[in-house]
């Protein structure tokens, strides 16, 4: 028999149980946060495949989509089983993200803790995770669910490297390399995780001695041992990052050289990383974006040149008789290697969340430095755990202050105008934001997009969204105007193409309209309006197998909406498919049987088609009857229906009684074609003849 695990200490019970509760009261209040229309619409609020929840169809999409250039199928997975469960309250979407970020801490806390056998230490980085303001982004904000899952997984994998190491076999390994799969499978920004296992060779692990005097050679050999033991690791992360290549090429997300050349790059990655350094110590004017800059002060190069630097020298200087400052900082430094922005993506400078990780690094020479401070000098005990604490407690006020700008859209995204200077993503956010207010403020909004070009002339989404502004006021001229100045300096906005074929198809030009539509579908396939527009747009032509196609995708996109339905049904019926059409209009009434306009049209089919396979005079009858009476009997096309019912099932007086109630209605209200339709119905009803004996 196996012995019964041995539980664990009162001490490492009780720092479990304080950092559960404390970091549960810090972010308490992410249940009360709103989506935001930044990134949230891409992954949950707008995108409908995740919205239709778990499903096999789904889980395929989930794995063979670069949606979001990328390509991270259990992060999908993940928000499609939140749709499934909380729908699109977001309440739930928070709360399972705070109970990632939980979980990480305490699986921080036991990785350092079993590695290194220092408790107290370890308890200090994981509250330093748990509780520092950096770590609010991604906590905070529903879309970058792909962090707190991925560093699950990152943590679970030291975990399993770490009893693999200590008895090794190919079941453990096994462990180690799912987890490591799953993370990669949830954001490849883990691909340098293998890198992070042969640090912590170096040290805690001790597997990888560091060379000494003559010794140069036994490293070398042990380091490519150590390496080739991580083959599997190393294949995994090669095989990422060309899925991730791709799926940023696919979704045009790269920035081009031209955009920003290498010396830029360089020049923003070096101070990138001095800048996270500074906002760890003092985590002032964070915000959700930080403008990319081209250029920057001679100072904070050099600033930025001399931190680098200075740490690297003395990690270096101090390996042998402390390793964990240089695995710390390489931990640091090369964990940010893939979103540093040497490859560009996107626009921003750099971001709170691509820390999540690596400041776990950073946490460790913080805390084992001190620690080492104590051991040497006692008599500082005291005033460095008391700094410590202090420090904490300090970044537990900031944190709370800090997820409290993520209340919604407008507040988030005002703090980060007001603590950046030249933000023009978050003008565009907040003037898109005027626009959809009731009524809108349009002419704020178009100061604000002004504000963002003279920051950015060539900002592709500030035309767009001064597009949006001139169309929201009726100016079709000048919204098509700023549209295609949009596309000429981003032909892949997917949003532009469909709003120019709105405005174009206002102004009458339906064939390029048409093409422009087809642009946003073929560049987002998963975007609904395109597909809507085009689906009434043709089936308004009478081009109706075109429309039956479009309306087949608008159903996939949106299976929920009961107008996408009944468009569809409406299609079927002008092509005569019955029986296409008939389950469709039963779907509808199983997920509202109040339909009158589903009741109706198919208890006119049950009533008039000339195939006995669809008549069913009392059901007929029923329906007919019951839409009747969800409109007070004063719905002329419903009376009709009702007429003809009557007479497919040969009552003929109630037929020519209530055909004669549906002709008078039709005048009343002036519907002349109607009521000649009618007229000619009664007669067929008062020479005791049903619809379906004369219908074609």
């Known amino acids: 028999m196996n012995p019964a695990p041995t ?56 794995f063979f989509s670069l949606s979001a250039s990328n390509w991270h199928p259990l992060t999908w997975l993940s928000h499609m089983l939140d749709c499934t469960l909380f729908g699109l309250k977001p309440a739930g979407h928070h709360a399972v993200n705070l109970l990632f970020h939980i979980a990480n801490t305490l699986l921080l806390f036991r990785v350092l803790s079993r590695m290194t056998g220092a408790v107290w230490r370890s308890a200090f980085v994981a509250a330093f995770f748990a509780w520092h303001p950096l770590h609010v982004e991604s ?30 076999g190919a079941g453990r390994y096994a462990a180690a390399l799912a987890c490591f799969t799953l993370g990669l499978l949830a954001k490849p920004m883990v691909v340098t995780l293998p890198f992070v296992l042969l640090l912590l060779d170096v040290w805690p692990l001790k597997r990888l001695p560091l060379p000494g005097a003559g010794e140069s050679g036994q490293a070398l050999q042990s380091l490519v041992k150590l390496c080739l033991e991580k083959i599997s690791f190393f294949a995994l992360t090669a095989g990422s990052c060309l899925v991730t290549f791709l799926a940023q090429k696919e979704g045009h997300s790269v920035a081009s050289m031209d955009f920003l050349p290498l010396s830029a790059r360089l020049t923003n990655a070096l101070v990138a990383y001095a800048d996270y350094l500074y906002q760890l110590i003092w985590p002032a004017r964070l915000a959700v974006f930080y403008p990319l800059q081209s250029s920057h002060p001679t100072w904070k190069l050099a600033a930025a ?66 620690g080492s401070i104590v051991t040497r000098w006692n008599a500082l005990r005291l005033p460095v755990v008391g700094f410590g604490t202090v420090a904490l407690a300090g970044w537990v006020l900031i944190t709370g202050t800090q997820v409290s700008y993520w209340k919604d859209t407008r507040t988030l995204f005002t703090h980060a105008a007001s603590v950046t200077t030249g933000n023009n993503v978050a003008y565009n956010v907040l003037g898109n934001q005027l626009i959809q207010e009731n009524p809108p403020r349009i002419e704020e909004a178009k100061q604000l997009f002004l504000q963002s070009l003279a920051i ?61 539509f087809q642009n946003s579908i073929r560049i987002a396939p998963d975007y609904y309006e395109p597909v809507q527009n085009i689906a009434l747009l043709f089936s308004q032509a009478g081009r109706l197998d075109e429309a039956a196609a479009a309306f087949e995708r608008l159903h996939f996109l949106k299976p929920d909406s009961k107008a996408v339905l009944l468009g569809l049904v409406n299609v079927l019926l002008a092509q005569r498919k019955f029986a296409e059409a008939v389950p469709r209009l039963q779907l509808v009434l199983q997920r509202d049987p109040a339909s009158v306009e589903a009741l109706n049209r198919l208890a006119w089919i049950y009533a008039t088609h000339e195939d006995a396979r669809f008549r069913n ?27 003809a019912a009557f007479a497919e099932t040969g009552r003929f007086d109630e037929a020519v009684q209530t055909a004669q109630k549906a002709l008078a209605l039709a005048q009343a209200v002036g519907q002349t074609g109607l009521a000649g339709i009618f007229q000619n119905l009664l007669q067929l009803y008062q020479a005791r003849m049903p619809y379906r004996d004369v219908a074609k």
């Open 617 to 643: 005079g009392p059901e007929a009858i029923r329906m007919a009857t019951q839409a009747c009476g969800l409109t007070g009997y004063q719905h002329p096309q419903s009376l009709n229906t009702l007429a």
């Open 305 to 370: 040149i001399v931190t680098v630097a200075g740490v690297t020298a003395l990690a270096l200087r101090w390996v042998r008789l402390r390793p964990y400052l240089l695995v710390g900082w390489l931990w640091y430094v090369g964990t940010l290697v893939p979103v540093i922005g040497i490859v560009q993506v996107g626009d921003q400078a750099r971001a709170d969340r691509y820390t999540y990780i690596p400041l776990i690094g950073i946490g460790v020479m913080l805390v084992w430095g001190a």
């Open 456 to 516: 950015r002339p060539n900002d592709a989404g500030a035309r767009h969204c001064l597009g949006d502004a001139f169309k929201k006021e009726g100016n079709l001229p000048e919204a098509i105007t700023q549209y295609r100045a949009a596309l000429r300096l981003d032909p892949n906005l997917h949003e532009t193409h469909n709003g120019l074929g709105v405005c174009l198809l206002m102004s009458g030009q339906t064939n390029e309209a048409v093409t422009h």
């Open 139 to 168: 906590v905070a904000w529903v879309a970058e669910r792909k962090d707190v899952l991925s560093a699950f997984f990152w943590l679970l994998t030291l975990l399993a490297y770490k009893r693999w190491v200590e008895k090794p």
């Open 7 to 62: 539980p664990p200490p009162p001490r490492t019970l009780a720092i479990n149980v304080l950092l559960i509760l404390v970091t549960a009261a810090v972010y308490a209040q992410v249940t009360r946060l709103d989506f935001i229309v930044y990134d949230d619409p891409l992954y949950v609020t707008g995108n409908p495949n995740t919205q239709r929840g778990l499903s096999w169809s789904g889980f395929f999409w989930a």
